[in-house]
C-alpha cells in the first residue's frame, strides 16, 4: 500500500473510532468507546482494522478503498462470520472469471 493511501487510512480509521465511540449512537447499548489499536494492510487497496473498545474487548472492521467515481474513498463494515464465509466463496468465483477471460487475451 502507498504512503499516501496507507495515511488516509489511518486518518479515516481514526474518524471511525470517533463515530463509534458516540455515547448516543444508536446500537451503542453499552456507550463503549472506541480507540484504533492496529490497522493491517491486506493488499493495495483493502486492510484489517482492529478497534479497542472501552470495555477491553476488541472489534474489526474491513476497510476497502474505490478509486474513483462518487464513491471514491475509503469505505468500511464489521464482517460477520456470515460475511466471511461469503468472501472466502467469492475467491473461488473470481479466479473462474479470470480462467473464462484468459483466452479472450488473444484476440478472434
Same mark, same amino acid.
Given at each position: 500500500?502507498?504512503?499516501?493511501?496507507?495515511? $488516509?487510512? @489511518?486518518?479515516?480509521?481514526?474518524?471511525?473510532?470517533? %463515530? #463509534? $465511540?458516540?455515547?448516543?449512537?444508536?446500537?451503542?447499548?453499552?456507550?463503549?468507546? #472506541? *480507540?484504533?489499536?492496529?490497522?493491517?494492510?491486506? *493488499?493495495?487497496?483493502?486492510?484489517?482494522?482492529? #478497534?479497542?473498545? $472501552?470495555?477491553?474487548? =476488541?472489534?474489526?472492521?474491513?476497510?476497502?478503498?474505490?478509486? %474513483?467515481? *462518487? *464513491?471514491?474513498?475509503?469505505?468500511?463494515?464489521?464482517?460477520?462470520?456470515? /460475511?466471511?464465509?461469503?468472501?472466502?466463496?467469492? /475467491?473461488?468465483?473470481? =479466479?473462474?472469471?479470470?480462467?473464462? @477471460?484468459? $483466452?479472450?487475451?488473444?484476440? @478472434?
Amino acid at each position: 500500500m502507498n504512503k499516501p493511501l496507507v495515511m $488516509s487510512l @489511518n486518518k479515516f480509521a481514526e474518524t471511525v473510532a470517533k %463515530r #463509534f $465511540s458516540k455515547p448516543d449512537r444508536e446500537g451503542n447499548y453499552k456507550a463503549e468507546t #472506541f *480507540s484504533v489499536y492496529e490497522v493491517i494492510p491486506t *493488499s493495495d487497496q483493502t486492510a484489517v482494522v482492529f #478497534f479497542k473498545k $472501552s470495555t477491553k474487548k =476488541l472489534g474489526m472492521a474491513f476497510f476497502y478503498y474505490i478509486n %474513483r467515481g *462518487s *464513491s471514491m474513498g475509503w469505505k468500511y463494515f464489521f464482517p460477520t462470520d456470515s /460475511h466471511v464465509v461469503g468472501m472466502m466463496a467469492t /475467491h473461488y468465483y473470481k =479466479l473462474e472469471v479470470e480462467r473464462y @477471460n484468459v $483466452s479472450k487475451n488473444f484476440g @478472434n
